[in-house]
């Protein structure tokens, strides 16, 4: 088994686990949503970047189906999209979500530079870390809006008022 095979491996392990146990009973269906939502996003993304040529995936699941990593797209992305949306400081200053985003987008971004440093799964061809961080920070945050927008009801009525 190589390398790159063992990595996707342990990525599924920490997925299922962490949706798992640390997603809140509770927060099951909003979890699916935030999951669901980057999925189109990181999706198309990926599969733009491929076809115009910045990004490169050697090592992939499905090779006859498509040139993205399914892994790390479908899964990998989209959790730690919905521990940043489920865990997001609503009430705190903006001091306090600004670093929220930057830890998250940072994480994001760690993974994909240690990745592509020491395997063969990814290859950004002309993309930096940077283009990577922006990425995960600006998305992180329209899957949060929406997530806001779509839950807005049961919000307002989870906090107490009646209709």
């Known amino acids: 088994m190589t390398i790159e095979r063992m990595v996707i491996g342990v990525v599924w392990i920490v997925i299922v686990c962490s949706l798992k146990w640390l997603v809140p009973k509770n927060k099951r269906r909003e979890a699916a949503l935030i999951l ?9 993304i990926s599969l733009i970047l491929v ?3 910045w990004n490169e995936n050697p090592v992939r699941e499905f090779v006859k189906a498509g040139s993205t990593n399914f892994s790390f797209n479908y899964g ?8 940043y949306c489920l865990y ?9 979500k600004f670093v ?5 987008a940072g994480i994001y971004t760690l993974f994909i530079v240690l990745v592509s440093t020491y395997t063969e799964l ?3 061809l002309h993309m930096r870390w940077y ?8 998305l992180f945050y329209v899957v949060y809006r929406y997530y806001r927008w779509f839950f807005r ?4 009525l989870s906090a107490g008022e009646h209709p």
Request: proline share 6%; with cysteine.
């Open 36 to 44: 669901f939502a980057d999925q189109v996003f990181t999706w198309s």
């Open 88 to 96: 997001y400081p609503e009430q705190g200053s903006w001091v306090r």
């Open 51 to 53: 076809e115009i040529g």
């Open 153 to 156: 009801g049961r919000m307002i």
């Open 131 to 138: 283009f990577h961080f922006t990425m995960a920070f600006l």
């Open 76 to 83: 990998l992305y989209p959790t730690i999209c919905v521990f």
């Open 100 to 104: 929220h985003s930057l830890v998250f």
């Open 122 to 124: 990814i290859h950004p």
